[in-house]
C-alpha cells in the first residue's frame, strides 16, 4: 500500500489515502499512484511515507508540502512562535536543551528553558 497526500494550491496537505498495491505499478510507485488519484479525483497529490523513509514526515491535513526540500513540513504551534525550523524540518527551540540533568520547559515569554522545581 501507498499513502498520498492531496495538496490545495498552496501546497497544504488537505487529506492523505491509501492505494492498494494492485492499483499502482511498483516499479513506478509515486507516478502511477499520482496518475491513478488524479484520474478518480482530480486534484494535485504527492506520495508520503508512512514509515518516514522520505519526506522526512507522514504527511497529515494541515502540513505544508515544500517543494525545494521536497518535504512534509508540520505546522508550528501558535503558543511557541520563537521555535525555529530544523535541517529536519521538525519545529525546535531556538537554545538547546540543558543537559545538567535538570527537568525544564520552554518559557515562551522570556523565550528560555526554565528549571521546573517540584
Known amino acids: 500500500m501507498a499513502h498520498f497526500a492531496k495538496l490545495d494550491e498552496n501546497n497544504y496537505v488537505l487529506d492523505v489515502?491509501?492505494?492498494?498495491?494492485?492499483?499502482?505499478?511498483s516499479e513506478n510507485e509515486e507516478t502511477s499512484g499520482i496518475a491513478y488519484l488524479t484520474n478518480l479525483f482530480g486534484?494535485?497529490?504527492k506520495q508520503t511515507s508512512y514509515n518516514k523513509t522520505f519526506r522526512y514526515h507522514y504527511a497529515?491535513?494541515?502540513y505544508y508540502y515544500d517543494k525545494?526540500?521536497?518535504?512534509?513540513?508540520?505546522?508550528?504551534?501558535?503558543?511557541?512562535?520563537?521555535?525555529v525550523l530544523n535541517e529536519e524540518y521538525r519545529w525546535v527551540a531556538p537554545l538547546a536543551y540543558p543537559t545538567d540533568g535538570k527537568n525544564y520547559q520552554w518559557d515562551e515569554a522570556?523565550?528560555?528553558?526554565?528549571?521546573?522545581?517540584?
Do not use: K, Y
Open 110 to 118: 522570556t523565550t528560555s528553558w526554565v528549571e521546573i522545581l517540584s
Open 17 to 25: 489515502l491509501v492505494v492498494r498495491n494492485e492499483d499502482i505499478d
Open 43 to 45: 486534484g494535485t497529490w
Open 68 to 83: 525545494e526540500a521536497d518535504a512534509f513540513i508540520p505546522p508550528r504551534f501558535p503558543e511557541v512562535p520563537s521555535f
Open 60 to 62: 497529515q491535513p494541515g
